[in-house]
C-alpha cells in the first residue's frame, strides 16, 4: 500500500509505501495526488519512502511508475527515495543522468535530510 505522507512541506508529494504495492495504489493516490501538486507548482518534487522490498511492487504498480515519470517528464524538479537498499539509493543517484530534475537516494536515517532536500534543495554539509 502507497500512503501520503501527512504534514511535509507543500512543494513535496510525498509517500511511504508498506507491504504489497499495486496499480491501484499509483491510480486511487500518487498520481492524484501528484497532479494536484504540480497544478499548484508548475513542477513535481516527490519523495518515496521504501518501507518494503522493492519486490512487492506488482506489475501494474512498476507500468504506472513509469507512466507517472513519462507523464510528468518536464516537471520533475527533486526527488528522493529513501530505503536501506544501498542498490536502490546508487540507482537513484545515477538516475540524474537520464531524466531531467535531480534524484537522490537517502537512507531511512536520513528521512528528514531527504525531505529538506526535495523542497529546498539544500543538503546538510555531511551528504
Known amino acids: 500500500m502507497i500512503q501520503i505522507i ?21 491510480d486511487d493516490v500518487v498520481m492524484p495526488h501528484v497532479k494536484e501538486k504540480t497544478q499548484k507548482t508548475g513542477e513535481l518534487n516527490y519523495l518515496l519512502k521504501l518501507d518494503t522490498n522493492i519486490g512487492n511492487f506488482t506489475f501494474g504498480a512498476w507500468m504506472q511508475d513509469a ?11 527533486r526527488a528522493a527515495i529513501v530505503t536501506d537498499k544501498e542498490g536502490i539509493i546508487r540507482f537513484t543517484d545515477m538516475f540524474s543522468k537520464v531524466m531531467p530534475g535531480k534524484f537522490r537516494g537517502f537512507e531511512q536515517a536520513e528521512f528528514h535530510e531527504a525531505i529538506n532536500w526535495v523542497a529546498t534543495g539544500e543538503m546538510p554539509d555531511s551528504k
Open 6 to 26: 501527512e504534514n511535509t512541506p507543500d512543494n513535496i508529494a510525498a509517500f511511504q509505501a508498506v507491504g504489497e504495492i499495486t496499480k491501484e495504489d499509483f
Open 67 to 77: 507512466l507517472l515519470g513519462l507523464q510528468n517528464f518536464t516537471k520533475w524538479n
